[in-house]
């Protein structure tokens, strides 16, 4: 998942690196860079951890022939909201409202 969601976020933080802080990142390029590409690798990171986990558990659920909705739901539900932890705190409130 990573080689996919990689080439989506590092353009994503960059622009908005740019547009929202161009005036720092000209004064220090090399830690508005080094910022983008950390930010990039946790939103990557993120999202690859909570696609994998939450298709880990359906498939944990089928190979045991466990066909309780409720606790398929309860048990992906909580593994996938635990990795909203690798984000940034201010961002976890975005990630949240989803």
Known sequence: FLKFTMPLY??????AQLVF?????????????T?????????SLFLTV????????????????????AGM???A?????ATVLIEDKPRRLDLAIY
């Open 21 to 33: 802080h161009g005036k720092k990142s000209l004064k220090d390029p090399v830690g508005a860079a």
């Open 77 to 81: 539900g909580v593994l996938t909201g």
């Open 50 to 69: 909570y696609c994998a986990v939450s298709m880990r558990i359906i498939c944990m659920f089928a190979q045991r022939n466990i066909r309780s909705e």
């Open 35 to 43: 910022r983008t590409l950390i930010s990039s690798a946790k939103s």
């Open 10 to 15: 590092l353009p994503l933080k960059t622009v």
């Open 73 to 75: 739901s309860t048990v």
